[in-house]
């Protein structure tokens, strides 16, 4: 492996709610592959990024804190191997981010496209909360405040990476070499459609299936998952293209000669949907089960996940001082050495 390919991975969730088979596909997948590498690695659960769109309802930000630990933890996060912690308890991160912020003008964060997306999305219109516009700022904090390099991410993440590696060549270049530019690492698989065909699952829309969903609840979804809409009798000729269903199987069925094979029949005719979304069920529930049941251990002991997180942000907390006095050498605000 290449030295650079060595370097400290962070990653993180934003706490509004549990996490969906889009997260999995972008960006837990690559955490777990990550975690068996010799490199540190820091999970951040970003409550105080999900904060700057959810001031007004805190408790649904901290009791979105366990749901998200445990829903990592239960995907095979293991807090032995990875530094799981609590941005809020880490308050050289919010420090670091005060520096950056005066590198960074309000027409560049403006154009930011998932930001821009993002505010939309919201319907801030003019009344944007200054955190929530500046949270890529902050996110360009969260890493280099443990000097990461590698960052696992969803793909709709990417431009809030590239604006933190002109925070950091602007950092360099005005105070000295002091961060490595930083990497995102994507799904292979891309985005993950939403069960109603929509390109982007997602808990606003009402699109997803959760990790958490029981056997049951993921059956429902699957039975009403977007297909072909011409396709109505079971010898009609289908469409694959589009098709949730396939685009499903495509990415989490393990035998890829058989869909290869149900692609052809579907497209001649012959091949009715239930059968398929059958199928997917059951892929699904392989997937999902070893999950479930790690979930249901864990959500017996709420107590032993905060201490992991506690344990887990004390550490996070000493490796970004020793970062932060290193940077502040770097601005000459160091003045007591
Ligand atoms: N913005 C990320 C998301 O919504 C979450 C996040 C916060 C993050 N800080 C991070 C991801 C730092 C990677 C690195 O998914």
């Known amino acids: 492996m290449k030295a650079q390919e060595k370097g400290t991975i962070l990653t993180g969730d934003r706490p ?31 409550d105080a990024q999900a904060l700057t769109d ?23 996060i293991d807090p032995k191997k990875t530094t799981m912690f609590i941005q809020s308890q880490v308050p050289e991160i919010a420090e670091l981010a005060m520096y950056f912020q005066n590198l960074v003008t309000v027409s560049r964060l403006k154009q930011n496209p998932t930001v821009k997306t993002e505010i ?7 009344s944007i909360p200054v955190g929530f516009l500046a949270y890529p700022i902050s996110q360009a904090a969260d890493i280099l405040a443990f000097n990461a390099s590698r960052v696992p991410v969803g793909e709709d993440q990417l431009p809030v990476l590239e604006q933190a590696n002109e ?32 390109a982007k699952m997602s808990k606003s829309l009402n699109n997803a299936i959760y990790l958490s969903d029981s056997a049951k609840e993921l ?3 699957v039975m009403l998952m977007y297909t072909d809409p011409m396709h109505i009798h079971v010898s009609d000729p289908g469409e694959v293209k ?37 199928r997917l069920i059951g892929v699904l529930n392989t997937l999902l089960d070893p999950i479930r049941a790690r979930r249901a251990e864990l959500e017996k002991d709420p107590a032993a996940v905060l201490a992991i997180l506690k344990k887990g942000s004390a550490d996070a907390r000493k490796e970004a001082v020793k970062v932060l006095a290193h940077v502040k050498s770097h601005m000459h605000i160091n003045y007591f050495g």
């Open 167 to 198: 925070i950091i060549d602007t950092f360099n270049r005005i105070y000295g070499q002091t961060f490595a530019r930083i990497k995102g690492i994507t799904g292979t698989h891309g985005r993950l459609m939403g069960i109603d065909g929509n």
């Open 219 to 221: 059956e429902r979804k």
């Open 242 to 278: 589009g098709n949730v269903v396939f685009s499903y199987l495509d990415i989490f069925d393990p035998n890829k000669s058989e869909v290869a094979e149900l692609k052809k029949q579907y497209k001649k005719g012959g091949l009715g949907d239930v059968v398929l979304k059958r």
């Open 120 to 126: 939309k999305q919201r319907g801030f219109g003019e």
């Open 54 to 76: 959810n001031a007004h309802d805190p408790k649904k930000v901290s009791d979105n804190v366990l749901e998200v630990a445990i829903d990592n933890l239960a995907c095979g």
């Open 16 to 46: 509004t709610g549990r996490l969906h088979l889009g997260h999995f596909v972008g960006s837990i997948q690559n955490r777990l592959e990550l975690q068996k590498e010799d490199a540190p690695f820091f999970y951040m659960i970003a």
